[in-house]
């Protein structure tokens, strides 16, 4: 099989594994926040928030974005770190050597 044919059809597949749960259960993007504020709110009726949202995202979809963006670029800091940790530790011994 070329390798133009498979990686087609690799990237098919992953399309397929990535949107079809999406398309077939039309998926409600709900977090942990809101069930936290039910389970609080049927645990004590007179609770009230301590903080209001300075902004409240238009959809779940947006604020599901912006979590995993959150998340992309912490671990995209964590991991530049690293590797740059690591490739000036391998500058350091080469150097000595």
């Known amino acids: 099989m070329k390798s133009i044919t498979r990686n087609g059809l690799l990237l098919t597949i992953v399309f397929v594994l990535t949107f079809a749960p999406l398309i077939a259960r039309k998926a409600e993007f709900a977090g942990s926040d809101a069930q936290a504020e039910q389970a609080i709110g049927s645990l004590d009726v007179n609770y009230t928030p301590w903080f209001k949202p300075l902004w409240k995202p238009p959809s779940g979809e947006v604020e599901s974005f912006l979590f995993a963006l959150q998340a992309a670029l912490g671990s995209g800091f964590v991991?530049?770190?690293?590797?740059?940790?690591?490739?000036?530790?391998s500058a350091s011994k080469r150097d000595q050597q």
């Open 79 to 89: 991991f530049y770190f690293i590797g740059y940790s690591k490739g000036k530790h």
